[in-house]
């Protein structure tokens, strides 16, 4: 990776030049977050526009990244995430349309309620401030993350992946119209104008005050270098070793068609199922079946012992299979002793993601749901409904795994904080 | 400070034992976190009636405190926060069952939806974990974070100041008598049994992955220390510097009530006002008799040029006194041009804590209330209402000044996470 400054904005300091951005972040901020919900609405369907009337220069800016990309990252994977065609230029614009339409989180009432003395308290969403997001060589993350930043009231910093750096400088350009078209700060969506690495320290430093969260959005190396170096709090998204637990009183039929999904529909994304757990009071009648399926699906399966006796293409499954993301056509499968067995693998092994069990029996869906403690659980329904979209959410930023302010898909509401106000007429504290 | 081991049970190693804590905290979190709400409740009614029940222990080890704190810093101050007598006692007993007696929060749904393909979402309270509070010598503060945590089914690790030891200790051992009455895990309410400064280091580490969150309540220095070296969440809270803002049209009777209360009812908590803004349409009429209010009241004031026109009396206050938190019967007052410059002031100088308008104008109030980007902002009512009990919160464990998770009045249900509730019927994902 290139350590050289790319923008003529850059000074040769990174330090320098990050301060400056935090400290344009934090001024455009307050205007950000006292701007008519119209306005910003206004702004991000200009944005949209902007991407459509830009499409050619974008296709040429991602063109110039394919063609600067090492040949040996090229891999397919890689090359699919980094490319662009026209098709994902409209997607990505329908995308920030979407996001406008959504309704403005800043000042909903949350809550409010009456005191014995008078005193009327209501909780309202208030942004959060300046949002720094981390994220890897997708460009439509820039146009994403912008959108829902902007729509929630805050700035943002956005610091893509510098594979993606033409594509998500266009893509940027698009933002800054469609904020400036409404008289909004372009500075409340500032992309960072280098490739040096150095930056994301600067980011995870803080600013000095400028930064109020880091969102880091990518794979596994990428968060771990986030959360071990931030000095700012992070929405924590770790990945998704995503359980299905077919229970003793599930369904062939349902279980199958959920499992087929969970693991098979999309392999590469955090909700896709990791591991299956198969109650053994009915391995006898759906493990092979199961495990059948899957390999007629062109899913590898390690399993243990009893899932090896069911079926003699499953691979022998070792310890470290249970804590594994795959995000591949492979799915470690496992009997278990009862829903309580179920339980305890998925506190030890998993990753507090997002889990499903499949049952028939209501008492036990009850038990699973409350005592899984994940961001998301699920009953007789498919692990990839873990998105933000399919929650109702209109977009999402991530799917956060920690348990703090923002847990599960991180959507506009979760990029608000609150305040409370308190209406009086004279009240004093005895 | 001693730096030696105080309890049987420490190793002598700060390190081990606190690692030691943090597993032990980790374990009982998941046995918490599915306590049935009534247990939960009649374990802290229990721990009521052990504090009183042991009230002529607690008040003997307290007097032990008291006798070994070093007599260069008995302050009337100090010594009024560590002090306890029967009263004091039987206040800390009524505090636990008010937190005993309030609604449960974990598993209440906070909001549900149905999605277009019949799937229900629900969005549930669940607990956040292990949590730790670091505070200074004050023993109600055992009993109350103690309360909160349990309520809210989380582990607690406390780690009270060293002045206070031996009571904490004894607080401590009653709380533990009301879980185990209830055969809930002891280990969900432990204290730190060392005076030794490296176990504040070693909370704020995590304990590799064991704490969820730190809450630090005390001064400027511990809440400093704490946010400076934590390497988990905090729970930010900053000093208050807190404003009362007198507006063209604001009622003077009023203003004199609401400002005499917001400095003069307790000048040591963080809701207390700091600074007084009035505005110059109002200064001729409202600007001395407010001074001279204050000043007869015992308040020294410091002013800037119009204020120090009007009454001799007032010191003239430097540019740091409009940052400065005295917790003492000190304020600062500005004649300020209009709303705008009073909100711009409070941006600058403020913490986003807590600040109020007087005004009989309710554009006025709504345009403060909007962009005053503060925790709690009121309208007609004094600043001292920052305060959990007085939200209806039932109990606090501090003020947020943070805009993450947590922010004002931090009572049981900002000690919660959610996580969301999935009820499908056979549902996968196109």
Redesign the interface.
């Known amino acids: 990776m290139s350590a050289k400054l790319e923008s003529v904005d850059a000074k040769g300091d990174v330090a320098v030049l990050m301060k400056d951005m935090g400290r344009r972040a934090r001024a455009s901020a307050?205007a950000l977050?006292?701007a008519a919900p119209d306005k910003k609405t206004a702004a991000l369907k200009a944005a949209a526009q902007a991407i459509r009337d830009n499409a050619s220069a974008i296709l040429q800016a991602n063109a110039e990244d394919i063609a600067a990309a090492a040949a040996d990252k090229l891999t397919d994977a890689f090359r699919d995430r980094l490319s662009l065609d026209a098709k994902r230029v409209a997607a990505m614009a329908e995308s920030v349309d979407i996001v406008a339409a959504l309704p403005d989180p800043v000042?909903v009432v949350t809550s409010s309620?009456d005191?014995p003395n008078g005193?009327k308290?209501e909780r309202v969403r208030?942004p959060?401030?300046v949002i720094a997001v981390i994220y890897e060589s997708r460009p439509n993350v820039t146009a994403d993350a912008g959108a829902l930043c902007v729509k929630s009231g805050n700035a943002v910093i956005l610091r893509g992946g510098s594979e993606s750096f033409h594509s998500s400088r266009a893509i940027h350009r698009a933002l800054v119209n469609g904020l400036e078209s409404q008289g909004l700060p372009a500075d409340a969506i500032q992309l960072v104008p280098t490739r040096d690495r150095a930056a994301v320290g600067e980011l995870l430093s803080g600013l000095g005050g400028s930064i109020?969260?880091v969102v880091p959005r990518g794979g596994k190396a990428l968060v771990g270098r986030v959360e071990a170096e931030a000095r700012v709090?992070v929405f924590a998204h770790l990945e998704g070793v995503c359980h299905v637990y077919v229970h003793s009183a599930a369904?062939l039929e349902?279980a199958k068609?959920?499992v087929?999904?969970?693991k098979m529909?999309r392999t590469g994304v955090c909700g896709s199922a990791e591991t299956l757990l198969v109650d053994r009071a009915t391995a006898s009648t759906h493990l092979k079946p199961l495990v059948e399926m899957l390999i007629a699906a062109g899913c590898e399966i390690r399993g243990d012992e009893a899932t090896r006796a069911a079926d003699k293409r499953v691979i022998a499954a070792t310890e470290q299979d249970w804590s594994t993301e795959y995000l591949d056509a492979i799915l470690s499968v496992k009997v278990v002793d009862g829903i309580q067995a179920a339980i305890d693998h998925i506190?030890r092994h998993g990753t507090h993601h997002t889990d499903s069990i499949v049952t028939g029996d209501r008492e036990a869906a009850e038990k699973f749901?409350?005592?899984v403690?994940?961001?998301?659980?699920?009953?007789?329904?498919?692990t990839?409904?873990a998105?933000g979209g399919?929650?109702?959410f209109g977009a999402e930023i991530g799917i956060a795994t920690?348990?703090?302010?923002a847990?599960?898909p991180v959507g506009v509401e979760q990029l608000t904080?609150?305040?409370?106000?308190?209406?009086?007429?004279?009240?004093?504290?005895p």
């Open positions: 307050r977050a006292l000042g309620w005191r005193l308290i208030t959060l401030g109020d969260v709090p369904d349902m068609k959920i087929l999904n969970a529909r506190e749901l409350s005592e403690d994940s961001a998301i659980v699920l009953h007789n329904a498919s990839q409904f998105d399919e929650f109702g920690g348990r703090l302010h847990r599960g904080s609150f305040k409370y106000r308190v209406l009086g007429n004279g009240q004093t504290r």
